[in-house]
């Protein structure tokens, strides 16, 4: 009975389970209170508490009327007049970070990641006793985009703007910066928010489909309109609302929103409309070329592919099991690149202390983004008995994957060469400058005087000591690229706290505190029987042609010369695409180790692009010369159309 107990434990939760976890919530979080409160080893981290406050975290950043069971005492209400000048209820949603503007691109994310979250991990956070928290926390986003969708073609992207709020340091009880709203519709499309937010609004709809069928339906009918409207009228929404450009702007493009919202369309309806959608558009929208390292508010592609492998490995592919088992080499592809398995310069770099390393601005974004789909897809693999991943370098099993994102929080909370947590109210030394306007300033509570703009620069902002008022469970910024970090309040690339780093961190910390898959005969954490092994060989080895690379390169020395005692080399690069009849857009080349010029290529935010199109069966070529082997190039990404 209790290894029955166990076995269900460690399964991902499902709309049809949510009303039973809901009954038994307080039955396992008075049971939880008596029990050791350690999450399964990984340094003596306890992931309970960790996983308590990073939900906390949330009610410090809501925006509106705060309800009665408000567990931040020192928040109070706030942007009570959002959306009047527009004839529209903007009243309620999340701040994205220490500032006081609401940007949907985030939130809507934010809310995605909580609901996957939920979703996957709902029983382990119903035995930890705050699986009522998550799904408030959900909600109190859900319900914002409700309010911010008021008509079919219409979506407010936006509340306040990032200029006139960074001018300030104010309290958000004392905010005096515009409040403006800023809405899409089709003569001002977002392709990208809208399908953001109605991949929100599937995933929530999944959260509540049992508890309050009538308020998934609500949400489920707003997701399909917004999905339907971000389709329909294709565009950046940055583009509709420059403002957003220099905060949230979208580089990534809309293909991956587009997708990402048929994906949970498909999970939260299984409609075989969304299905196709997600495997005919594969190719055009990017979903089957791109194969990133990096997953995030702007970029969803592994996200993506991560859901698509899913119902591959659940059996629920269909027709389109070819162009899934495509989508699966680019989750595979992800997963290598953070395991170090991928080779020539594709690998995500990592710090001495083995830390993930995206970027020095907010790192740890990734770092948690990252851990949660590593966690995910471990599971899934393990549970549609697939035993390895098809890394370049070497195969990885599932439980790598798991390893890796403990490792990783294991890092935030404490388990690295500084001792620090980088959790706020976790551990014994901790973040006291957090970037954040609410926390650093007294609370309107202890002191209701206005705060002003410069007085809360003058006063607050450059104060030396602590913050008066406790984050706790934000996750902040993180550590630059050896390690180093300075708590300092202006430091605001490391010490500036987002609610989209603690959204998937909440779902990893459920899965360590249950406590299945970390140490020896657990469950998840085993080594395979050769049954498991085999029938994984014979998954990842299914359809080969329909996996095979379609734009491949070739690289040669053309030249050699000597110049001042070294030796240079020309190098010729040819690119081809080998589909029959498909041209390659947005060919993305990541070049690696090179010491010299380029020529041939644009630079873009993921290493290089070809300046043209590649038709079907065309080859392009560039060059670079340096005084060294050749260097590393790859192909990162690109679209079939």
Known sequence: MARGRAASACAS?????????????????????????????????????????????????RSGVLPRNQRIAWRANSGLADGKANGVDLVGGYYDAGDNVKFGFPMAFTVTMMAWSVLEYGR??????ELGHAMEAVRWGADYFV???????????????????????????????????????HQHPG???????????????????????????????HSKQLFDFADKYRGKYDDSIPVAKSFYGSVNGYGDELLWASAWLYQAT?????????????DALGGTGWGTNEFGWDVKYPGVQVLAAKFLLQGKAGQHAAVLARYQQKADVFACSCLGKVGGGGDVARTPGGLLYKRSWNNLQFVTGASFLLAVYSDHLRRGRQATVRCSAEPARPSELLALARSQVDYILGSNPRGMSYMVGYGERYPQHAHHRGASIVSVKANPAFVSCKDGYVSWFGRPGGNPNLLDGAVVGGPHERDDFADERNNYQQTEVATYNNAPLMGVLARLAGGCGGGRGSRLGGHQSPQEYNAGVRLAAAD????????????NATRSWTRDGR??????????????????????????????????????????????TLPAGKTAAFAYTHAAPPADVWVIGYKLV
């Open 13 to 61: 939760s499902s709309s049809s389970s949510m009303a039973n976890l809901l009954r038994l919530a307080v039955v396992l979080a008075i049971a939880a209170t008596v029990r050791v409160a350690r999450g399964g080893g990984g340094g003596g981290h306890d992931y309970r508490k960790a996983l308590s406050k990073s939900i906390l975290y949330f009610e410090a950043q």
């Open 544 to 555: 080969d042609d329909a996996s095979s690379p379609v734009v491949v390169i070739e690289q």
């Open 270 to 282: 299984d409609d075989r409309h969304y299905l196709d959608y997600l495997a005919n558009n594969g």
């Open 567 to 612: 030796m240079y080399h020309r190098y010729s690069v040819t690119v081809t695409n080998r589909s029959p009849a498909k041209t390659a857009e947005e060919v993305h080349i990541g070049v690696g180790k090179l010491h010299g010029p380029v020529w041939g290529l644009e630079r873009s935010r993921y290493g290089y692009v070809l300046p043209s």
């Open 191 to 221: 392709s990208d928010l809208a399908g953001e937010t109605a991949a929100a609004l599937a995933a929530a709809s999944l959260v509540f489909r049992r508890s309050s069928p009538s308020y998934a339906d609500n949400l489920l009918q």
């Open 124 to 129: 382990q956070m119903a035995a930890a006793g």
């Open 147 to 185: 309010k911010a969708h008021p008509e079919p073609d219409v979506l407010y992207a936006e509340v306040g703007d990032g200029d006139s709020d960074h001018s300030c340091w104010q309290r958000p009880e004392d905010m005096t910066t515009s409040r403006q709203a800023y809405r899409l519709d």
